[in-house]
């Protein structure tokens, strides 16, 4: 069964950062990462797919980072670098995975578990 796993979430000031991880047991398209804050619906943060191509939502354009690690044939390394965190940045942050690139969490069908992202001012 494939799985992601995400991990490095965290509580931080405003203005700090974090990296975010994923470990998927699989390659994939498109992955990507997305978040929900208590309240809100699910929406995308940035993509990448298999060419390096990248999505960002506008808000995060210019302090978020998305990239790979080693891709080998049992697993794909994803990353999020957040800098420059600011309150409203606070939520559940999911990878995913899915065969088509974009910020739309409808076309990916593949979720992890999610990491907390919390960040005061």
């Given amino acids: ?3 992601l796993v995400e991990s490095g ?3 931080v000031q405003a203005g700090g950062s974090l990296r975010l991880s ?4 699989a390659n994939f398209y498109a992955m990507g990462w997305f978040r929900q804050a208590p ?3 699910r929406e995308g943060v940035a993509i990448i ?3 390096g191509r990248t999505i960002y939502a506008d808000f995060v354009k210019g302090r978020f980072t998305i990239s790979k690690g080693d891709v080998t044939r049992e697993n794909t390394l994803l990353y999020l670098q957040m800098n420059n965190l600011k309150p409203e940045d606070t939520g559940m942050y999911y990878c995913a995975a899915g065969p088509k ?3 739309t969490p409808g076309l990916f069908g593949t979720w992890g578990q999610g990491t907390q992202v919390t960040v005061s001012s």
């Fill in 1 to 3: 069964r494939v799985q």
């Fill in 9 to 11: 979430g965290g509580s």
């Fill in 22 to 25: 994923c470990v998927a047991s």
């Fill in 39 to 41: 309240g809100q619906e």
């Fill in 49 to 51: 797919d298999d060419f």
């Fill in 101 to 103: 690139a974009s910020l």
